[in-house]
Every structure is written in structure tokens, then in C-alpha cells.
């Protein structure tokens, strides 16, 4: 694996979860799973099993469906890599409404490890929660 690899994992991860297809995106992800998110206060979730992120994902999907996000672009990627099976991607997406609308941006950043069947989300940290409800009235 190298920083390429990374990328491309990346690329291929903003396409999966362009689709909104829950199951699919989480195939992406080895569990557990660790999620840390900011708003009014720092949220720290683990995910045991794809099952139980899938659930998650449904309601992340359900909201972009409701503020109208047709798709995500990768403003920017910087990959770092630890070792040859573990990188730290953090990346600042754009979600797009109809129209070419930007919704918002928001900063992610992303542990990947390569346990044996390639580039999967160990960790997620990101800023996007109070963008998201604040959108969805929420705030």
C-alpha cells in the first residue's frame, strides 16, 4: 500500500456513499469502529459491527435525503502514511443540493487500515454535525 492507495480508497469511498446505499458504505469500514464528532458537545461512538453502522449510516443517508444532497465532492485530500498498511486520510468534502447549490463543507479525518482485505475506516473525527443541523433546523 502507499499514499496512492490511499487516495484511491478515498475516491472510491465518495462514489460508494454517493450511491446512499447504507450496506454498501459500510463494507468500507472495519469494526469496531470508532466515530468522534463536535457540537454543542464531542460525541464518541463505537460500532461494533457492520450491522449496527449500517443502522447509523441509514440515518445519516435519511438526513442528507432531507436537506437535499445529490452529491459530495473531495475539495481536498492529504494522506499521511503511518506504515504500509495504515494511513491517516483527512479530507474536506462539499455537499452539493440540486442546482450545484453548496449545502456546506465540512473536515473529516479518517484512520485506514488494510487488515488483510485491503484499505478499510478504522476511525472517523470530523466537524460536520452542527452544519447538518443546523440545515435541518436543528441547531
Not at 469502529?33 to 443502522?55: K, Q, R
Request: aromatic share 10%.
Amino acid at each position: 500500500m502507499d499514499q496512492d492507495a490511499a487516495r484511491s480508497f478515498m475516491e472510491r469511498y465518495q462514489q460508494t456513499f454517493e450511491t446512499f446505499d447504507a450496506t454498501a458504505i459500510a463494507a468500507l469500514f472495519v469494526f469496531p469502529c470508532h466515530v468522534t464528532g463536535t457540537g454543542s458537545e464531542i460525541s464518541v461512538s463505537s460500532y461494533s459491527g457492520a450491522d449496527e453502522w449500517t443502522a447509523a449510516l441509514d440515518r445519516v443517508v435519511g438526513a442528507y435525503r432531507t436537506i437535499g444532497v445529490e452529491r459530495a465532492e473531495l475539495v481536498s485530500l492529504k494522506t499521511t502514511e503511518l506504515s504500509h498498511d495504515l494511513f491517516v486520510a483527512v479530507v474536506t468534502w462539499r455537499l452539493i443540493g440540486a442546482g450545484d447549490r453548496v449545502l456546506y463543507e465540512f473536515d473529516a479525518a479518517y484512520t485506514l487500515a488494510d487488515t488483510g482485505d485491503g484499505l478499510r475506516i478504522a476511525a472517523i473525527a470530523h466537524n460536520e454535525t452542527p452544519r447538518l443541523m443546523a440545515l435541518m433546523g436543528r441547531d
